[in-house]
């Protein structure tokens, strides 16, 4: 059973920065990318960030720039890196594997952004 964990969110001031984590527990079999996603109160889940098994990565147009996702070596540890942040960032933020068993979310990190 493969579970998954964010952590790292909080409290931000606009133009500050923070770092998430993303890590996941059991045998994961087949990955094929890591993805994160956020969502605000009343909007739908976003797109943020995606990073596959040979370090290629895509980025939403709202954030690229100012975000930057990696992985560490081979290990099921991923980071979000967010900079110049604005208010309109605050929201959840969901990290999903994407493996051979299917796809497995977090249960998300609040990030606010707030002066």
């Known amino acids: 059973q493969v579970q998954v964990a964010e952590s790292g969110g909080g409290l931000a001031q606009p133009g500050g920065s923070l770092r998430l984590s993303c890590v996941a527990s059991?045998?994961?079999?087949?990955?094929?990318?890591i993805a994160w996603f956020r969502q605000a109160p009343g909007t739908q889940r976003e797109f943020i960030a995606n990073i596959d098994t040979h370090g290629r990565v895509n980025y939403a147009d709202s954030v690229r720039g100012r975000f930057l996702i990696s992985r560490v070596g081979a290990k099921n540890l991923v980071y979000l890196q967010l900079g110049s942040l604005k208010v309109e960032d605050s929201a959840k933020y969901y990290c999903?594997?994407?493996?051979?068993?299917?796809?497995?979310w977090g249960p998300g990190t609040q990030v606010t952004v707030s002066s």
């Open positions: 059991g045998n994961v079999f087949g990955l094929r990318e």
């Open positions: 999903t594997f994407k493996h051979q068993g299917g796809d497995t």
